[in-house]
């Protein structure tokens, strides 16, 4: 073992020593008050420092074998703590330039490798890794950014690049076979992703300011995309279920989507938001047991929309809601065993409502509503034991009501058409095989 405190002038002199040894020690410090201190244990193992200005600090520990680590530092007050335990193939590497940067970096396992670049001043970077053949890059460009790396297990892989100012990103990954991608560009943005068990992936794009992403995964191939593009963004997806596979993409200021399928939900579920606009809110739960093979679709574009699907206790479920315009509102609950149901809400025009509920048993479900115009309003619900039930709504005009109710029913058809101004429709069915059809023309009358 040695322990060295280094300057430029002994360079030559500890370079031989260490080879002599089996380790290679390089140190190369231009400037005032820098300081290096390495601590090799072990056989074949690499150090070099290169530190170029003032008060800059490098430590490198490593115990083991054919370990290699590399810090290139030029600014000031800049520091990199490096420590290395395995049997083989670690690698290290840590550029930074700029004043106030800090990176501290332990590697314990098999064929392990971190590359790491900063420029700017007072960026932070934290990676831990325990384990076999893991991977992390990280690279930050600008001020006061910070990353945080966690990995434990074996073929893992994090990246994460940052570029601008107050960015915070953080990867924490347990298990087999997990890769993570970052990229921030902005201000002030956040991104969390946190992944265990097996054969998960995950990805987060965003630019813009104060954007909140964060992402949890637990389970077996599931994936997650967020990519968000203007400021003040939030997305959410938690997923712990089987071959899931959640995205949101949202384009504008102030959105704000969540992804949920938990509870072993699975085996193929997936779900997606779009949003392009302001100001708009878009909320998937697939989460139960005996949701399996359930599709959850949201796109708006707007301002101002209001989106949810909830499926839960539901089979083979499709759920669909596209919105157009701003201020509109639509809602689609599916629990209580409503299995094999297809369900679409459309909206075009602004201010418009409608919802679909179907639940306590019912198989076979499809409802639909489309609405084109504004302040148009409708609802459906199916369940209490019915089976095979349809209903339609469509309203196009202005101001117009609609409702449906099939309860207690089997194999009954519900449709109801407004075309004009302030119609109002109902229909309500409680027996057997029943069909009933309202069609409104021509609107109000002054």
Not at 153 to 168: H, K, P
């Amino acid at each position: 073992m040695k322990k060295l405190l280094l300057s430029g002038s002994l360079l030559l002199f500890l370079t031989l020593v260490a080879h002599a040894q089996d380790n290679t020690l390089t140190v190369s410090q231009t400037g005032d008050g820098n300081t290096a201190t390495a601590i090799q244990l072990g056989e074949f193992n690499e150090a070099t420092i290169g530190q170029a200005g003032d008060d800059n600090t490098s430590f490198i520990d490593q115990f083991g074998y054919v370990q290699a680590a590399e810090t290139q530092q030029t600014g000031n007050g800049n520091s990199v703590e490096i420590i290395q335990t395995g049997d083989d193939v670690n690698e290290a590497l840590v550029v930074q330039t700029g004043d106030e940067n800090r990176t501290e970096a332990e590697q314990e396992g098999t064929f392990l490798t971190l590359d790491a670049l900063q420029e700017g001043n007072r960026n932070s970077l934290n990676t831990t890794q325990r384990g076999n053949v893991q991977t992390a890059f990280t690279s930050q460009f600008g001020d006061d950014n910070s990353i945080g790396i966690f990995q434990e297990g074996e073929e893992l892989s994090a990246t994460v690049e940052q570029d601008g100012t107050f960015n915070i990103a953080g990867v924490d990954q347990i298990g087999n076979m997990l890769e993570a991608l970052v990229t921030q560009t902005g201000s002030e943005n956040s991104a969390t992703v946190v992944q265990n068990e097996d054969m998960q992936y995950a990805e987060v794009l965003q630019e813009g300011e104060r954007n909140i992403a964060e992402v949890t995964q637990k389970g077996f191939q599931n994936d997650a995309f967020v990519d968000q593009l203007g400021d003040d963004n939030r997305a959410i997806i938690s997923q712990d279920g089987i071959v899931q596979v959640a995205i949101i993409d949202q384009e504008g200021d102030g959105n704000e989507g969540e992804i949920y399928q938990l509870q072993f939900a699975g085996p193929t579920n997936s779900a997606t938001i779009l949003q392009l606009g302001d100001d708009n809110k878009a909320l998937i739960d697939q989460s139960n047991f005996f949701t399996v093979q359930a599709t959850a679709t949201i796109e708006q574009t707007g301002n101002l929309n209001v989106a949810s699907i909830q499926q839960a206790n539901a089979f083979q479920v499709v759920a669909t809601i596209v919105q157009t315009g701003d201020e509109n509102r639509a809602d689609i609950s599916q629990s209580a065993i409503s299995d094999q149901s297809l369900v679409e809400i459309t909206q075009t025009g602004n201010r418009n409502e409608g919802s679909i509920l179907q639940g306590f048993e019912g198989n076979n479900n499809r409802a639909g509503i489309i609405q084109t115009g504004d302040d148009n309003d409708a609802e459906i619900g199916q369940a209490f034991t019915s089976e095979g039930n349809e209903a339609d709504i469509t309203q196009t005009g202005n101001l117009n009501e609609a409702s449906i109710t099939q309860y207690t029913s089997v194999d009954g058809t519900a449709t109801i058409t407004q075309t004009g101004d302030g119609h109002l429709g109902a229909i309500q069915q409680t027996g057997s095989t029943n069909t009933a059809t309202v069609t409104q023309q021509n609107g109000m009358v002054p």
